[in-house]
């Protein structure tokens, strides 16, 4: 047991758990400690792991020496204060999305993992899934030729978030997909939405994303939606995907479908271009998916990253990547769909 | 036979011979005479309706006497030049949707009929149909509460247009369900959208419209899309309506869903806030349907229309105020999404 | 139009409206008359095919001297005496399905057919779907392996029959498509039923057929459920496909997944056999179809035939073997289940 | 803690940790001991609860004086011996469906346990979801008029069971949610089935059951099928209803559809008949269901019968119920669907 990665859980509200369960399951680490300001959820806790240890002060993870890496899953306003804090006390982070509230947060935490060379993870827990695996493989190996839009519905009933509106809370799993997916970065954004609750945060938004080379996307996110519905269209010039992640199998669809285009592209006649486009129709194929639980594949690679010092994945610029992103979106969305420009090649150097 | 209301068509494409049967079996009306410049397209009419004269030249549905009225089922461009001509020679019209490719076309030939009192008519087919009708009795009857939203998604692979962006082609039908279910006026457009075929109109959209009365309507149309979606989504404050037009029957689906807000809104805490919003799921319903042709439907009102001269539940104004939106959308799409105002107001006056 | 074969067809209910169509819309036959006992049916046809001449009585058709082939769409029960009368006055038949009401009158009209050298084709539609012609060219090409099991579910509200019991109304469709793709004769049938409406035939029915070579078909039919259901599951050693002709595309799945058998088949102990059968679950993949409308495919087989002298492929004997299955069929149901032989070597000899 | 009940469980497989982990979190039960023949999974239930006692032997469970109660989680051919252990040792029992593989079994635990006095319960887990609960109700409350027909379909790929065939698997579920939810006694049976496998039990099957009263019940179960399917049909002469359990809510779906029959019942005329056979089809309607973990409510109501000395709803009876018509299926299917008769009468009194 000694040589285990040693894991301590911040938050063990509705990830928290799964986060411990996980780390319990996986081989080469454990969790000796939890906390929660709740002690009923900590109850909770000390029920199904009667070893692991509890605690309502955070403090006590920090100080403990035996505790290498901290997980942190608490609301998103909190991130920025306990992932630094646990930084500082040399502690190795995984945080929840989105990383942070601001990009000067993402930066700092970046910063200082680097100062300390720390293990800096963001649970991009979607990027592990066998669905997003295979379509990255897709865009990759240009089975899909060129890419033309990427089209995400995330709709379902609550639960409203108080300290975000619903595109931290729901567009960042769809950011996090594409961004990995496509290896593409937006310059610029337009979004729209409302919130239906005095006060509140908007609950509903419209996300559009533009790319250069011919690329968009759209990301359409609703806490109030009376049907649960998390689908996603990947539009290419050679086949197109139809990624619907309620499937119990067959998630992923290839559609060779596409248009043909022929002859002179400078004819601007509209009998001519009527004969220049065509529709092509083909197979549908729905390849087998890797079925491991995502989320177990993450912390075994949070743990692989420390003990072989590798950078993640999900690491820290991929969480600022989305932080920017987010951040544009909103001021976007203040404005009523006015373009905000982002800057994220310089992010990405 | 005499008294029958004598009808022409004008293009015997893909919707003139829905138009044709439909008038055909209708018991007030008939057509005697269709128009269309491909001799093969004629061909097939006369193969299926020995007793209709075709012709080349649509100037012979003008100039014959014993036509009452001419259904006009061109591209778009063509429509105000027809229908225009249509009324001069005294007959009146049904024009396919979009009315026009302007505003100032459709003021005009809404004139033109008020001057000559002849009946004008948009055929906004799916007013007629047995969900749209059974979703505005809903609104209209409050059962839904307030109307927080309407979200639809219209895609699938082609047919690309050349003479109108894909707005003018798929939209089209969500603003006239929209624009009858409701009963309200967006004051703003934003929309965003791309084409992927050079030189061609964009061929997949995104459209916000921004109401008063804290409701929002989104829609999302596709040309180059691998499955066929018709799915629209409409939010209000005691239930919530799932529209989707490919299921075979229960169409729509009303769902006793929503949130709960109690006590002091004022409140700013997260916790106290956790407590004011609750979540509601109660059962689900599926009202029977009407099942007769839209089209059946449509083409007896506008019989109806002519023989009482009775304004249409799709007249020139319900044309003119969806024209008038895709106008704005499309000049907001050139700029990236930025916010357009609409005046609908003294449109509907 | 003077050499197109000329067509009478008998019956303008549910399905003689989509043969006329079919018939006047192939470009080597036409429809000259159209005879049914209402005469508003008649008036119908009149007037969307003012050219056809129409009559209460079908000698009229038998007696017309220009007629080459009659189609006959009426109930079963008037099948024989029709399809007979037709053959004798030198017609060609096209009969509904199911051909007739026993084997022995069926095998009088492929008697008289062949002795007067007409063509007597019967009308199983669905063997001339895209989907169909699809799955039995995996079978031939033994894509699937050997075959294990064909299980059919064709279930929805009505209509109910009265002259004859479910399994004649709609398992009727699933033995035409089985017996075309399988290309195997059941040696033995055992059914069970239940007649809900006293004095009425079974409305609900359900057919097991015992095959050799480890294959054994199972049909489910009700006319009294509250979906529509038409699915059909084939197993096969190396894959197995699932046929839902409800999907408006993707009719036909076809599924890389299967049971491996290895090592001592003759072990005897748990352990060992859990060792033995493995499962295999690899892609989904759904073939491109042909989409024309079957029927339209098959009015142009029977004119062909006609043309040409050939035999077609729903010819008598296939008509006559399915009609041997639902006449054993309905002996068993009658005996609760009883075990009842067939003897359709001989037949297809 | 000491006054809670003390479970010991017997097999950590597949259902086992489910068992484990409800009663785990059961306020009133807890589990100090589990057993299996195989270590690893031994030691997998040590790491996940380290304060429970694990061991290879069961005796281990029956000596144990702190030990008030005893779950059998292994294979169907073990249940007999290890359920009457558990008895004599005066253990009350859960044990897993089918109880048994005999009749003869069935009594004698049943017979051991009112004579200790003993809770005899077996886990027809599906009595106990909020979908099966619905359903009774409706049926209790003669929301669907009279019960015409029960039909299900329960196929997937897997997993082969080598000491029993699918019926005992597969079709034991149905026959306990039909036992449950209409409250009646079929008087017969007809199955047929076949084995894919040489040497193995049938892998397929078919099954119908004969009731009085105008209703029958068919449950179709496969282990070789291309994809999971839990589809329940329920017809009743007002109402009927579709339960697919696969649906992620809206499990139950009623149906306002049905035949309506009028007039003279003793014409036997088809004209007539075709006027007192009438379809009519309403509104659709999904309740709202009890959504928690169905295994929770059961290990709650096993604890409180233990409590307080009351007769579980799924008893013994109810478990010798099924058993007696898996028997008679069995014998069925071997003589290819002949009838077989039950004496059910008896059993329930």
Not at 70 to 99: Q, W, Y
Not at 312 to 319: E, F, S, V, Y
């Amino acid at each position: 047991m000694e040589n285990k990665i040693n894991i301590g859980v911040i938050g063990y509200g509705y990830w928290g758990p799964n986060l411990v369960r996980n780390f319990m399951e996986s081989p080469r680490a454990k969790v000796s400690m939890v906390s929660d300001f709740k002690t009923e959820l900590l109850l909770k806790a000390k029920t199904r792991y009667p070893a692991i240890e509890v605690t309502t002060d955070c403090q006590d993870l920090f100080t403990n020496p035996n505790i290498d890496a901290i997980a942190i899953a608490t609301p998103v306003s909190t991130h920025f204060d306990l992932a630094l804090a646990a930084l500082k006390a040399g502690k190795h982070v995984l945080v929840e999305k989105p990383m942070t509230v601001t990009t000067d947060q993402a930066l700092r935490l970046i910063e200082e993992a680097e100062k300390r060379n720390l293990v800096l993870m963001v649970d991009h827990t979607f990027v592990y899934t066998g669905a997003v695996q295979k379509m990255r493989d897709l865009v990759v190996t240009k089975e899909l030729g060129d890419i033309y839009y990427y089209d995400s519905v995330r709709v379902n009933l609550g639960l409203f978030q108080h300290d975000v509106n619903v595109l931290w809370d729901l567009a960042v799993h769809d950011l996090s997909i594409m961004n990995y997916v496509l290896q593409e970065q937006p310059y610029a954004v337009s979004a729209t939405g409302i919130s239906h609750v005095p006060g509140e945060p908007e609950n509903l938004a419209y996300l559009t994303l533009f790319f250069n080379n011919n690329l968009i996307a759209h990301i359409n996110v609703n806490w109030l939606a009376p049907v649960k519905v998390r689908r996603t269209l990947i539009g290419g010039s050679k086949k197109m995907i139809l990624f619907d992640d309620l499937e119990p199998s067959e998630k992923v669809k290839i559609y060779d479908k596409g248009i043909t285009l022929n002859g002179n592209q400078n004819s601007n006649t509209d009998k001519v271009y009527q004969m220049l486009i065509g529709y092509r129709t083909g197979d549908m194929w729905s390849p087998k998916l890797e079925m491991n639980e995502a989320l177990r594949t993450e912390v075994m690679h949070f743990v692989e990253c420390i003990e072989q010092g590798k950078r993640p994945i999900t690491d820290g610029q991929a969480g600022l990547h989305i932080v920017k992103i987010l951040e544009a979106a909103t001021h976007s969305m203040q404005q009523q769909g006015q373009l905000v420009k982002l800057n994220l090649a310089e992010v990405a150097a």
